[in-house]
Structure formats: C-alpha cells, structure tokens
C-alpha cells in the first residue's frame, strides 16, 4: 500500500491537493479515512479551468464552509497545455488568493510554463498577508529570490534528480529555509524512477539529491524541510 510504504520510508503527514469537482469525493474520502495523516486541500486545478469553472468555485465555496481544509489550492496557472482559458485561469487564481485570505490559509501554486505570470497576478495579495507554496519549482535564480522575498516556499520534488533540471543551479543560491519537499504524485517521479508512477516513499531521493547539492546530509535535508512544511501549512 502507498500509504504503507510512504511511512515506512519516514513520510508522516500526506497533503491531498484538489483538483476539481469529479475528484473531490474520492480525495475527501481517503481524507476522512486516514484522517490522522491525510488532510485536504480545497480548489480548482488551472487544467480544470474550463467554460463552467464559475460553477466549480461555487463547489469550492460551499466546501470551504462545511469543513476545515490544510490550504487552498491546487491552484495557479498552466500555459503549457492549452491557453484557451487563460483569462479564465487568471479569474479563478485571484477568486482563490481572496479565500485563502478569508479562510487563513496558505496557497498552493501551479505554475507551469507561467511562474512569472503567476508571481504577477498574486503580487497584489501579498500585502494583504498571502502565503503560500510554489509548487513544484523549476523556475530561475532570480525568480526564486523574489519568490522568496514575498515570503512563499518552494516546492522541490522528482525534478531536482533530472539531469537537466536545473535546479542544481538555483538551490546552492537560495538555501535550505524557503523550500519544502513534494512529490506531484503520480507525476514526476525521482530518478531511478522517472517515468514510473510517483509516491511518497519516493522523497527520500528527493532528500539526497538535493543533500549532495547542498553539501549536506539527508537527515539535515529531511529536518529543515520537514520544519518549514509544518510552518507554512501549521501542521502539528
């Protein structure tokens, strides 16, 4: 079992990202059912950004009133796959950052091919006390050092192994206290894995990849990242 092997391996608290309205059941479910290391997300995923996302938030919305969930999120901006709804992807990142701040919640961000636009579009909720997390990072130096200068974390996952990822460039600049491990399961898994089906026993190699970058030791990694985790999403 996933969940089995990821405790095994040292994984004690699993973060469920939502994505839209036809897997909200079934991420509720394994919440409710492991709800002593499972804990929700509330959100629309940018891919899910479609003609009746209007709809979908309203879901998100009465969701967010009848139960407490650990972020808002997945959320943010994909323009790799299709751009017929940017405009609508937009809309619904600003409707979202709104509710992370009424409901005190960090943000989980998504920001593929879009981390620029992304930082654009949340600048204007930093002021207003947004937090958050930049998912699964891949972006450059310079967008790091502003991400972090607005206070969010960095998502490191699968990536950090590929060979040419880039993030062996960005990380020996930025350090260890505004970045978090992840592993955008199923996707992206590390090497030895890449290509196969991603899990939480996974972020091990996740650990020593980025410890070998570092000059420092898995358990340093493990440890600094595990602290930061339970900072921003005020995990027990």
């Not at 509720?28 to 997300?41: G, K, V, Y």
């Not at 992807?89 to 409707?95: G, K």
């Amino acid at each position: 079992m996933v969940l089995e092997r990821g405790i095994k391996s040292g994984v004690v608290r699993y973060l469920l990202p939502a994505i839209d309205s036809e897997t909200t059941v079934a991420m509720l479910q394994m919440a409710d059912e492991f709800s002593e290391i499972c804990f929700p997300m509330a959100g629309l995923h940018p891919c899910s950004v479609k003609e009746n996302f209007e709809a979908e938030l309203d879901m998100v919305d009465q969701l967010l009133k009848q139960r407490k969930f650990i972020a808002i999120g997945e959320t943010g901006l994909d323009y790799y796959w299709d751009m017929t709804f940017a405009q609508q992807q937009v809309r619904a990142l600003q409707w979202q950052a709104e509710k992370a701040l009424e409901y005190d919640l960090p943000i989980v961000l998504h920001t593929r091919n879009a981390t620029r636009a992304t930082i654009e579009v949340i600048q204007p909720f930093i002021s207003k006390g947004l937090r958050g997390v930049f998912h699964c990072f891949g972006g450059s130096i310079e967008e790091a050092k502003e991400i972090i200068d607005m206070g969010f974390y960095m998502g490191i996952g699968g990536v950090v192994t590929y060979k040419n990822g880039g993030l062996d460039r960005v990380l020996p600049e930025i350090g260890f206290n505004n970045i978090i491990l992840e592993t955008d399961a199923p996707y992206l898994a590390p090497v030895p894995f890449r290509g196969k089906r991603n899990e939480s026993s996974f972020l091990t190699y996740i650990a020593e990849k980025i410890a070998s970058i570092m000059g420092a030791t898995a358990d340093e990694v493990k440890a600094i990242t595990t602290l930061n985790a339970r900072k921003i999403f005020d995990i027990k």
